[in-house]
């Protein structure tokens, strides 16, 4: 067994095609609250699991994206490589970083840090 942390889920975000649909249902369903970051992007709580709706033009191809956390991205990335994924989509978002695998089913996965920013 390695000695290096545990990368455990920290985050879910949900794609949505309709913003405004989509806040109105899961208010009213569950009862979350919402805090805009532009037109794009809201995130939720009272949901359980932080989490976030993200505005796509089209659904996403596995649904819900799960997202874990890593104080060293780099260590995370060398991780996943060496067991087998592609690290791909790398972003800078206001608060961090993150970059998109994929399993061996096919699920998108993301890992995220609160750590720098990529040269992008």
Same mark, same amino acid.
């Given at each position: 067994?390695?000695?290096? %942390?545990?990368?455990?889920?920290?985050?879910?975000?949900?794609?949505?095609?309709?913003?405004?649909?989509?806040?109105? *249902?899961?208010?009213? $369903? *569950?009862?979350?609250? !919402?805090?805009?970051?532009?037109?794009?992007?809201?995130? /939720?709580?009272?949901?359980?699991?932080?989490?976030?709706? &993200?505005?796509?033009?089209? %659904? /996403?191809?596995?649904?819900? =994206?799960?997202? !874990?956390?890593?104080?060293?991205?780099?260590? $995370?990335?060398? &991780?996943?490589? $060496?067991?087998?994924?592609?690290? /791909?989509? &790398?972003?800078? *978002? %206001?608060?961090?970083?993150? /970059?998109? !695998?994929?399993?061996?089913?096919?699920?998108? =996965? $993301?890992?995220?840090?609160?750590?720098?920013?990529?040269?992008?």
């Amino acid at each position: 067994m390695s000695d290096t %942390p545990v990368l455990k889920i920290d985050y879910n975000e949900l794609p949505v095609t309709d913003m405004d649909a989509a806040k109105a *249902f899961y208010a009213n $369903a *569950f009862g979350w609250t !919402f805090e805009d970051y532009g037109p794009g992007y809201a995130a /939720f709580t009272n949901a359980g699991l932080d989490g976030g709706l &993200r505005l796509e033009e089209t %659904p /996403f191809p596995t649904g819900a =994206l799960i997202i !874990f956390m890593a104080e060293d991205l780099e260590a $995370a990335e060398t &991780r996943v490589e $060496a067991a087998g994924s592609t690290v /791909f989509d &790398r972003q800078n *978002f %206001p608060g961090g970083r993150r /970059f998109h !695998f994929k399993d061996p089913s096919g699920n998108e =996965l $993301a890992v995220w840090s609160p750590n720098g920013q990529y040269d992008v």
